[in-house]
């Protein structure tokens, strides 16, 4: 069975800083990789959707790597804003999109 | 355009009763996924329908649960007997072609609480 893990589960940095989540999984028989935001009371939005024959995406200030081989995901944040601030899920896609359970991150003006 | 849409929001049902759970794809998406999120978990894969073809329904986690979509468009997720447990927030997502590689679209998601 997939496990998908996320770390940190809570990030707090300032305004303007650039930051990594990172999401690792256990088997690398993936299709795709891919990463969303979460606002409170509201659904998922797709963020990168990475499939396994590539290494990265990139969207705006948002780049996302992948590496099957060592079953990990990083969703890279630059110049980091309070409109950033959501619950960021990563999701490998296997027999069924698998989720982790997310870092939620609050980005301070 | 419009995206996925959820009904009802929110609801409140006592143990033991049914509750039905509606979903509205996106116009012109063949599939569509229902997930599940409880307090303190990721998202859980419940069902998938596919254009006609039979539904995946492998993440299904009791017989009191089932789901049906009614000309490829409209999804009801049903819970019979509902139980404590199944207090969550019951996600629908859609996508175009159905392929496992498509982006998927999410509702804003129905949260069900089971006093």
């Known amino acids: 069975k997939q496990e998908v893990t996320q770390i940190p589960a809570a990030l707090s940095v300032p305004e303007g800083e650039n930051l990594v989540l990172n999401c690792s999984f256990t088997?690398?028989?993936?299709?795709?990789l891919q990463w969303f935001r979460q606002d409170p009371g509201k659904g998922l939005t797709s963020l990168l959707l990475i499939q396994s024959s590539q290494r990265e995406q990139t969207s705006g200030r948002l780049n996302a790597s992948l590496d099957k081989s060592s079953g990990r995901s990083t969703l890279y944040i630059a110049a980091s804003q309070p409109g950033d601030s959501a619950t960021y899920l990563c999701?490998?896609?296997?027999?069924?999109?698998?989720f982790g359970k997310g870092t939620s991150l609050l980005v301070t003006p | 355009g419009a995206g996925v849409s959820q009904s009802p929001s929110n609801k409140v049902t006592e143990k033991g009763k049914d509750v039905e759970l509606r979903c509205d794809p996106i116009?012109?998406?063949?599939?569509l996924y229902w997930y599940r999120q409880s307090l303190g978990q990721g998202l859980e894969f419940l069902i998938y329908f596919q254009g006609n073809s039979a539904p995946d329904k492998s993440g299904l986690p009791s017989d009191r649960f089932s789901a049906e979509r009614t000309g490829g468009s409209v999804s009801t997720l049903t819970i019979q007997r509902t139980q404590q447990e199944d207090s969550a927030v019951y996600l629908c997502?859609?996508?175009?072609?159905?392929?496992?590689?498509?982006?998927?679209?999410f509702g804003p998601g129905t949260r069900l609480t089971v006093l």
């Open positions: 088997d690398s028989a993936i299709y795709n």
């Open positions: 116009s012109g998406h063949t599939a």
């Open positions: 999701a490998a896609l296997t027999y069924a999109l698998n």
């Open positions: 997502a859609s996508s175009l072609a159905g392929a496992r590689t498509d982006t998927q679209y």
